[in-house]
């Protein structure tokens, strides 16, 4: 059995040809990774027993170190860890060696006292389609190469689109690389599809300007820099005091933007904002965007997958009046990273905005010239002649199946990252996906009940929370000086909770920085119960 790379090519002795190996390597290999990678998740699952008591077990490391991570700031971590890239190859025990240390020094995400993002472990059968993917190492560029995936990809974007109840004969979606790319994807299409001189001669000294929330994600800012606009083309709109978009002030702003001689064509409407979880009123907003005929979209990178549960999806009322939508099963549904759609009511505006002629990728539909040959009939129609000034007219009866996904997407390199969530919703199916998302929700409620039980905790969040993360503040202080205290509180406590098997996060507030705890579908009550411990005997030790 071959162990020590023996696959690779190397240059065989005249007349000889050396024979493969792969399989027989990758079953030695992948099994001893295997092991080590069970042992962490198993860790994880020992230890849960202990969170509800506020402190995860120790164990052995080069620091104060618990299944959840041996945390090392990073100049010592450079010194603990060497990363050499040999001149020759070390083989397994190379491999093994370096898996090993990178389990070692890595947040067991799968813990429970992980907290601290918009995204936890995955599953197991996350694992299995993030094997088989790797294995298949497809490009998810052209049908050619890649027909069962590309399959899978357009009948899980279809049935996404159709929760959302975009069910036109042309809704689908595309994979994304995370939910910045499909907030960029869905400017970029905006912006061609409503002007589409602007993909051959540019702005022509337009001044285009977009909405948010006040609250929306960064990413807004990024896309318009990246796109030419600049970042102070993007409008904040203020927020109510839940966080939630107010629409008078997006009607405002947009005239406001007209009469300055600016040119406003597209608004973000945000669900499930990243700090406090707010759904901005859809249908309100799809009012606002019909009125002055611009692109909404939606981004539901966080909270969009409540569309499963039918408890939580009264609040994307409005969502199917969305031109796009995107959102990010990687998050809170827990299909491994990276899994993102762009959704669209009508694919041929995403086929408009983003298609570019590519003679030697995107092959346009030969006739067949021989009726004889043997699967005459069986026509290609893999691929849409993008080399035709308008590859797919307006008229319904012309428009033909888009087949070839990088025609649709900015990217030309795509990974088949939809099977991720194909294989999962195979295994857990809707109603088992809903059930995941009631149960963080309740996890989520539960632990805003407990801290608002608590005289020493202030609540920043509504109760219950409009989404998985709970945020508040510990030992709130007021008076000269207060905003500074209840930052420095956050920031001890929440560097004091590691050592002891919890991580979460902090995000800045009026009063000062406050705790934001996220939970997620397999996090415990228990867990809960034992974080608020843990802040308290933590707290209970600082001194201000």
């Given at each position: 059995?071959?162990?020590?790379?023996?696959?690779?090519?190397s240059?065989p002795?005249a007349?000889?040809?050396?024979?493969?190996?792969?399989?027989d390597e990758?079953d030695?290999?992948?099994?001893?990774?295997?092991d080590?990678v069970i042992k962490?998740?198993?860790?994880?699952?020992?230890?849960?027993?202990t969170?509800?008591?506020?402190h995860?077990?120790?164990?052995?490391?080069?620091?104060?170190?618990?299944?959840?991570v041996?945390?090392?700031?990073p100049?010592k971590?450079?010194q603990?860890?060497?990363?050499?890239l040999?001149g020759e190859g070390?083989?397994?025990?190379?491999?093994?060696?370096?898996?090993?240390?990178?389990?070692?020094y890595?947040?067991?995400?799968?813990?429970?006292?992980?907290?601290?993002?918009?995204y936890?472990?995955?599953?197991?059968?996350?694992?299995?389609?993030?094997?088989?993917?790797?294995?298949?190492?497809t490009?998810?560029?052209?049908?050619?190469?890649?027909?069962?995936?590309t399959?899978?990809?357009?009948?899980?974007?279809?049935?996404?689109?159709s929760?959302?109840?975009?069910?036109g004969?042309y809704?689908?979606?595309?994979?994304?690389?995370?939910?910045?790319a499909?907030?960029?994807?869905s400017?970029v299409?905006a912006?061609?599809?409503?002007?589409?001189e602007?993909k051959?001669?540019?702005y022509e000294?337009?001044?285009?300007?977009?909405?948010?929330?006040?609250?929306?994600?960064?990413?807004?800012?990024?896309?318009?820099?990246i796109?030419?606009?600049?970042?102070?083309?993007?409008?904040?709109?203020?927020?109510?005091?839940?966080?939630?978009m107010?629409?008078?002030?997006?009607?405002?702003?947009?005239?406001?933007?007209?009469?300055?001689?600016?040119?406003?064509?597209?608004?973000?409407a945000?669900?499930?904002?990243?700090?406090l979880?707010?759904?901005d009123p859809?249908?309100?907003i799809?009012d606002?965007?019909q009125?002055?005929?611009?692109w909404?979209?939606v981004d539901?990178?966080?909270?969009?997958?409540?569309?499963?549960?039918?408890?939580?999806?009264?609040?994307?009322?409005?969502?199917?009046?969305?031109?796009?939508?995107?959102?990010?099963?990687?998050?809170?549904?827990?299909?491994?990273?990276?899994?993102?759609?762009?959704?669209?009511?009508?694919?041929?505006?995403?086929?408009?905005?983003?298609?570019?002629?590519?003679?030697?990728?995107?092959?346009?539909?030969?006739?067949?010239?021989?009726?004889?040959?043997?699967g005459?009939g069986?026509k290609d129609?893999?691929?849409v002649?993008?080399?035709?000034?308008?590859a797919?007219?307006?008229?319904e009866g012309?428009?033909k199946?888009i087949?070839?996904?990088?025609?649709?997407?900015?990217q030309?390199?795509?990974?088949?990252?939809s099977?991720?969530?194909?294989?999962?919703?195979?295994?857990?199916?809707?109603?088992?996906?809903g059930?995941?998302?009631?149960d963080?929700?309740?996890?989520a409620?539960?632990?805003a009940s407990?801290?608002?039980?608590?005289?020493q905790?202030?609540?920043?969040?509504?109760?219950?929370?409009?989404c998985?993360?709970v945020?508040?503040y510990?030992?709130?202080?007021?008076?000269a000086?207060h905003?500074?205290?209840?930052s420095?509180?956050?920031?001890?406590i929440t560097?004091?909770?590691?050592?002891?098997?919890?991580m979460?996060d902090?995000a800045?507030?009026?009063?000062?920085?406050?705790?934001?705890v996220?939970?997620n579908?397999?996090?415990?009550?228990?867990?809960?119960?034992?974080?608020?411990?843990?802040?308290?005997?933590v707290g209970a030790?600082?001194?201000?």
């Amino acid at each position: 059995m071959a162990t020590n790379g023996t696959s690779l090519p190397s240059r065989p002795a005249a007349g000889q040809q050396k024979p493969l190996q792969r399989a027989d390597e990758a079953d030695d290999l992948l099994t001893a990774v295997k092991d080590s990678v069970i042992k962490f998740i198993r860790s994880a699952d020992d230890d849960a027993a202990t969170k509800g008591e506020g402190h995860g077990l120790q164990q052995p490391g080069k620091g104060p170190r618990t299944v959840l991570v041996e945390h090392h700031p990073p100049t010592k971590l450079q010194q603990l860890f060497d990363v050499s890239l040999p001149g020759e190859g070390q083989g397994k025990p190379g491999v093994l060696h370096t898996v090993h240390e990178i389990l070692q020094y890595s947040v067991n995400t799968w813990d429970q006292g992980f907290l601290d993002k918009l995204y936890a472990s995955t599953t197991p059968v996350g694992l299995a389609a993030d094997l088989l993917l790797s294995s298949l190492n497809t490009n998810l560029h052209v049908y050619q190469v890649s027909p069962a995936l590309t399959l899978i990809e357009k009948r899980t974007s279809a049935a996404l689109a159709s929760l959302f109840g975009l069910k036109g004969k042309y809704a689908g979606g595309v994979s994304q690389p995370g939910g910045s790319a499909a907030n960029q994807s869905s400017i970029v299409i905006a912006r061609n599809v409503l002007f589409p001189e602007t993909k051959e001669r540019g702005y022509e000294g337009k001044r285009f300007v977009l909405f948010t929330s006040a609250h929306g994600h960064y990413s807004l800012e990024k896309a318009a820099q990246i796109c030419g606009f600049g970042s102070g083309a993007v409008r904040s709109v203020a927020v109510d005091s839940q966080g939630c978009m107010k629409p008078e002030a997006l009607d405002a702003g947009i005239e406001e933007a007209k009469k300055a001689g600016e040119t406003p064509f597209y608004v973000n409407a945000t669900a499930g904002t990243t700090v406090l979880g707010s759904f901005d009123p859809l249908d309100k907003i799809a009012d606002v965007c019909q009125k002055h005929k611009l692109w909404m979209h939606v981004d539901g990178s966080w909270g969009g997958p409540i569309i499963f549960s039918s408890a939580q999806r009264h609040k994307l009322r409005g969502v199917e009046r969305a031109d796009s939508i995107a959102l990010c099963p990687h998050k809170m549904m827990s299909v491994p990273l990276t899994c993102t759609f762009l959704l669209g009511k009508d694919l041929r505006e995403f086929h408009k905005g983003m298609t570019l002629p590519a003679g030697y990728l995107f092959h346009s539909n030969d006739d067949d010239d021989d009726d004889d040959e043997a699967g005459a009939g069986d026509k290609d129609d893999s691929a849409v002649d993008t080399e035709t000034p308008d590859a797919h007219p307006n008229q319904e009866g012309d428009a033909k199946e888009i087949w070839d996904l990088a025609d649709l997407t900015p990217q030309c390199g795509r990974r088949g990252d939809s099977l991720k969530l194909a294989l999962s919703w195979i295994y857990y199916g809707t109603a088992g996906f809903g059930a995941y998302i009631d149960d963080a929700f309740d996890t989520a409620a539960h632990l805003a009940s407990l801290i608002a039980s608590k005289p020493q905790f202030s609540l920043v969040s509504e109760n219950p929370p409009p989404c998985l993360q709970v945020c508040f503040y510990f030992d709130k202080q007021d008076g000269a000086g207060h905003r500074n205290r209840n930052s420095k509180v956050t920031e001890e406590i929440t560097q004091k909770l590691i050592p002891r098997g919890f991580m979460t996060d902090y995000a800045p507030g009026e009063e000062g920085k406050f705790f934001r705890v996220v939970v997620n579908g397999q996090s415990r009550r228990e867990t809960v119960e034992g974080l608020v411990k843990a802040i308290e005997e933590v707290g209970a030790s600082i001194k201000m």
